[in-house]
């Protein structure tokens, strides 16, 4: 909390354990009821074991008040790493991309990007749509960002990707090649909303 002059008070809003590994979070209203609620993911598995974790995903936490949160949405996604919110369909609400940078092999086609549309019909429950388009099997997203890349008056997707680690030398080496010869270490997934 800022008290002006530099000086701050420290208030946790939100306890999470650490063998969730959270990578990320943002604040906005998802409500629309005039307070900033809490959007994070959880992923990252390196410092642990790299069995399938129930507990992966991006959770939404409402703001009830006097800096209380509760957990109000969750959707399992292994290796969640990262979100970008913002109203990408232009019909008011806000909807949600994420990547799992350390999605499981089994369903990396499913979980390496995942995009929600909010389809919530009233501001008592969120609802969402989950689409996962198959963008590439050889992709590990780290940055999800959006801008209007294309100028064009909506909001596009900005994916940042690297090779994992646990890939293995020589596989890192072949993903780097590959993807300096035909692109992926960036990836931009234009939207045609408008």
Not at 11 to 21: E, N
């Amino acid at each position: 909390m800022n008290k002006g002059d530099f000086k701050f008070e420290k208030r946790q809003l939100v306890s999470l354990p650490s063998y969730y590994g959270t990578t990320h979070f943002e604040l906005l209203d998802f409500d629309n009821d005039g307070d900033e609620d809490i959007i994070c993911s959880s992923g990252d598995s390196e410092d642990f074991t790299s069995a399938l974790k129930p507990y992966h995903g991006i959770r939404i936490f409402e703001n009830t008040g006097n800096h209380k949160y509760n957990q109000v949405w969750f959707h399992r996604q292994e290796g969640a790493y990262g979100t970008a919110c913002a109203d990408y369909d232009n019909d008011g609400d806000i909807d949600i991309a994420s990547i799992g940078y350390y999605a499981s092999l089994k369903n990396k086609d499913k979980e390496a990007f995942i995009y929600f549309e909010n389809i919530s019909s009233s501001d008592d429950k969120l609802e969402f749509k989950a689409y996962a388009p198959l963008i590439s099997n050889e992709n590990c997203f780290m940055l999800i960002k959006s801008k209007d890349i294309d100028n064009d008056g909506d909001l596009d997707i900005l994916l940042g990707s690297n090779s994992r680690i646990f890939s293995g030398r020589s596989r890192k080496g072949s993903l780097n090649n590959n993807w300096q010869k035909k692109g992926g270490i960036i990836t931009i997934l234009r939207n045609t909303t408008k």
